[in-house]
């Protein structure tokens, strides 16, 4: 063990097997919530590659559905947000629900870090 914590090899970050989990590809729920089939032909859990064309062409389009209804409703919740002002130039700047990082203000080149209100409930 090096001067400040573990030495790993280069290229690696953490232990191995310690990597955040993925969601299944198929059901996209986490691992130890998916209850996908197990392929007959290589015996993967939530396999994708073996789908028939057909299941494989309408889960596309149900995630597709999926998305543009979330995304709508993101663009829907932040036309809600009220503009934050600027505290040096007063600009209007426009808020992002998904964004949890100071505005950028491009009238006075400076950035905005009195944006977030840890009360407020929209976020």
Not at 3 to 29: A, H, M, Q, R
Not at 58 to 78: G, T
């Amino acid at each position: 063990m090096g001067i400040f914590g573990w030495d790993y090899p280069p290229g690696c970050s953490s232990v191995p097997g310690d990597e955040p989990e993925t969601p299944c590809v198929l059901c996209g729920k986490d691992a130890d919530d998916c209850t996908c089939p197990e392929c007959p032909t290589c015996s993967t859990i939530g396999c994708i590659e073996h789908l028939p064309t057909p299941e494989l062409l309408s889960r596309y389009e149900r995630s597709s559905c999926l998305f543009h209804a979330h995304k709508a409703e993101i663009e829907r919740r932040n036309a809600l947000l009220p503009a934050v002002e600027c505290g040096k130039c007063k600009a209007k700047l426009a808020d992002d629900i998904r964004r949890d990082d100071p505005l950028w203000c491009p009238s006075c080149q400076t950035w905005e870090w009195d944006w977030f209100n840890p009360s407020d409930e929209r976020r």
